[in-house]
């Protein structure tokens, strides 16, 4: 999975993203920057004080941060436009926006308003799609003009285009135009920015870390605040010093945890996990997929011979303490190649080639 951090200049987009990463404070970039996080998972923790001498192998996510988004100069709108092809090939973005006052921080149009930057922002994004639709309706009505063998096919990708296009200028979604899963496939050789999951990140005053998110966008999987500089210089701490700092910040959990679990759910994620001689692993797969789509992402020929899945829950074998333990209270499934993967398996594929 990838994730791109985009947001206005000043909105700490740059500070949460070496908080999430783990980069230094003192790191600096400019253009795009890319960086691989493991996701955090305390049941692949548990599997590896079983099996202490193997390695532990989390599922990572690309997080990449792109120039801030600017209408202010020119200069500024070119170099996010730079970043467009970049940011359609990514799965999710998380958007920041500033909540936090500052004398040291210049605001972005001399202004601290998280929801007006997050509409402007909204709006770009919408308009990069509207290019796309625009251009594409214009080639539709020029070669419905004369017969071709395609022409019911093009009459209805126009429709479904101007239907786009119409929403499109009125700053919703292109989702809000779409209405089967036929009209999605009409769609699949194009990659809108505003058809990605919207993770929206409302950066706040340390003071305001544990109150309620302020408010919620309406086009957003989930909306979190927190406070970006609070959690880089925690993300600097050592693992056991961490939680005092969130304790006293009344705070649950890190930046980092919040941030992947929320881009996880929103991109409609989960794991499986699987337990071999010199690893255990988690594997991300979509939520829906079925036993044979799972075993090819261990392997292709896994899936290619696949025979039975050897399946055991997460909740299941805690509880028994351990596999031999499991297997003698039936807890351990032989599943076919229609079974639908849980969140938190366990699997030994079974096959043959």
């Not at 899936?303 to 499991?326: C, H, P, Q, W």
Request: charged share 25%.
């Amino acid at each position: 999975m990838r994730i791109a951090f985009v947001g206005p200049p000043m909105s700490g987009k740059s500070t949460l993203f070496r908080a999430v990463t783990g980069l230094p404070a003192s790191h600096q970039h400019v253009g795009e920057q890319l960086a691989v996080v493991k996701v955090p998972d305390p049941r692949l923790d548990w599997l590896h004080t079983l099996h202490p001498t193997a390695r532990k192998v989390e599922a990572t996510i690309d997080c990449i941060d792109v120039p801030g988004f600017s209408h202010e100069t020119v200069a500024q709108q070119n170099e996010f436009r730079k970043s467009l092809p970049t940011l359609r090939k990514c799965d999710a973005l998380v958007a920041v926006v500033r909540a936090f006052e500052s004398p040291s921080v210049p605001p972005y149009r001399n202004r601290v308003d998280a929801r007006a930057d997050l509409e402007e922002l909204a709006a770009e994004l919408a308009f990069c799609d509207l290019e796309q639709v625009v251009n594409r309706v214009e080639r539709l009505e020029k070669s419905l003009k004369k017969p071709t063998k395609t022409h019911e096919q093009e009459k209805r990708e126009l429709d479904l285009m101007q239907r786009l296009q119409a929403a499109l200028e009125n700053n919703q979604p292109v989702a809000s135009a779409v209405h089967s899963d036929d009209e999605w496939k009409l769609l699949g050789g194009f990659q809108f920015l505003t058809r990605m999951p919207l993770i929206v990140v409302i950066n706040v005053g340390d003071d305001q870390a544990a109150a309620p998110t302020p408010f919620a966008y309406e086009h957003a999987r989930t909306t979190i605040s927190l406070c970006a500089e609070t959690e880089e210089q925690i993300a600097q701490l050592e693992p056991a010093d961490r939680k005092a700092f969130l304790d006293d910040l009344g705070v649950a959990e890190p930046a980092h945890d919040r941030l992947v679990k929320a881009c996880y759910e929103s991109v409609g994620l989960i794991s499986f996990l699987t337990i071999g001689d010199d690893e255990v692993r988690a594997w991300p797969i979509r939520r829906g997929v079925d036993a044979v789509e799972a075993a090819g992402k261990v392997h292709t020929d896994i899936a290619r011979g696949f025979i039975r899945a050897e399946t055991v829950s997460y909740n299941d074998l805690k509880a028994a303490g351990d596999m031999k333990a499991a297997k003698a209270a039936g807890k351990i499934r032989l599943e076919g190649k229609t079974y639908i993967v849980q969140d938190g398996d366990i699997i030994n594929f079974r096959f043959n080639v």
